[in-house]
């Protein structure tokens, strides 16, 4: 059987994956990134919250690895109450 992760039923070699998950609302919660190499794999994983205005208030990159309670690699977003957008406080480095 052939391996779905590096070849296609034509013959070429897949490169990459992308996963989303949505919540009920149906707002991107996380979003997957599956890269391939030959037999090396590696994932990008990034993060999203809402307020109950459909605002985004969170976002944790790539350097999260996945983790919720990184706050290292989290942009929190505040918002004023007329939905404009206040603050972004970003930590880490990209």
């Known amino acids: 059987m052939v391996d779905p992760?590096?070849?296609g039923s034509t013959g070429y070699t897949k490169r990459q994956d992308e996963l989303f998950e949505y919540d009920s609302l149906n707002h991107l919660t996380?979003?997957?990134?599956i890269f391939y190499n030959g037999s090396i794999e590696r994932r990008a994983i990034e993060?999203?919250?809402y307020d109950a205005f459909k605002?985004?208030?969170g976002y944790w990159g790539t350097q999260a690895l996945g983790n919720s309670g990184n706050t290292l690699n989290k942009t929190t977003v505040t918002y004023r109450y007329s939905g404009a957008e206040?603050?972004?406080n970003a930590k880490g480095s990209i």
């Open 5 to 7: 992760k590096t070849q």
């Open 47 to 49: 993060l999203f919250t």
């Open 55 to 57: 605002n985004l208030t």
């Open 30 to 33: 996380r979003r997957e990134q």
């Open 86 to 88: 206040i603050i972004k």
